[in-house]
């Protein structure tokens, strides 16, 4: 347990790694908070955590939108008064290289993945302090360290989110907050498969995903939610800054 009493907030909450790592948090006597802006995933998300036997709060939140973020921060306060992690996981992916991403869907990604962290950090951190310091562990991706092709905006948005983890540990440090990332590869959730499903062929497109790493397969949610956890955790106490690739041996070629 050992979260027990601590109280953790993970935004995209309603599925895929968010989903698994709040349930993870949750089976560790966490009270967590589920964000996410889609109030029907949400609500179910909130529902099979309540079957951990663990407090749970859905609260609907866009994290690209600062007022939403700060109700969201909000909402936590009133209900516990604290918090101790807060998770940056929200995140949507768009296909295209320079020349065919449009301005518009630039903006949007980067929105939601980059300007959303930095949002709910500049919201959650003066409630972390006043609950003694805690942790803040950003959700990256394997397109943060090196460049994927086809997915220009994705990769720039989780390479922004590393140097936005880099650049916090350092500010946050020695007010007792530790900033850490996690960069998983591809791992197999409903935004991956979504994505696999408008390939012209889906099963070849699937077998370079998974050939393309030395372990020759997609991560699972829980693998991801496993590394976010320890992240988080006081045994990792002496990690801040710290970059954890989860991929599958897919940045070590």
């Known amino acids: 347990m050992r979260f027990e009493d601590k109280v953790i907030a993970v935004t995209g909450a309603g599925t895929g790694i968010g989903l698994a790592a709040a349930l993870a948090f949750g089976r560790e006597g966490g009270k967590v908070a589920v964000v996410d802006h889609n109030p029907e995933l949400g609500e179910a998300a909130a529902r099979e955590l309540e079957q951990c036997n663990c407090e749970v709060a859905f609260i609907q939140a866009d994290v690209s939108d600062q007022q ?7 909402a936590i306060k009133t209900t516990w008064g604290r918090l101790d992690v807060f998770v940056n996981n929200a ?7 320079a020349t065919q991403t449009a301005p518009e869907d630039w903006q949007r990604i980067l929105a939601v993945n980059l300007t959303g962290a930095f949002l709910c950090i ?3 951190v003066p409630l972390l302090l006043s609950s003694g310091g805690g942790v803040i562990v950003n959700v990256a991706s394997e397109a943060g360290l090196v460049g994927i092709a086809g997915q220009v ?3 720039v948005s989780k390479a922004g989110l590393i140097g936005l983890t880099r650049s916090c540990a350092v500010d946050l440090a020695a007010r007792g907050i530790r900033v850490n990332a996690v960069c998983p590869g591809t791992t197999e959730t409903p935004l991956v498969q ?4 408008r390939a012209a062929d889906p099963a070849a497109a699937r077998y370079r995903l998974e050939s393309s790493r030395p372990l020759n397969r997609l991560g699972r949610p ?5 590394a976010i956890l320890y992240m988080a955790c006081d045994e990792a106490g002496y990690a801040t800054g710290s970059i954890l690739s ?8």
């Open 68 to 74: 939403a973020v700060d109700r969201m921060i909000a």
């Open 91 to 97: 995140g949507i992916y768009i296909q295209g290289d």
């Open 122 to 124: 500049r919201a959650a």
């Open 153 to 155: 905006a994705y990769n």
């Open 194 to 197: 979504a994505a696999l499903q």
């Open 222 to 226: 829980e693998e991801i939610a496993s």
């Open 246 to 253: 989860i991929d599958g041996g897919y940045t070590t070629q």
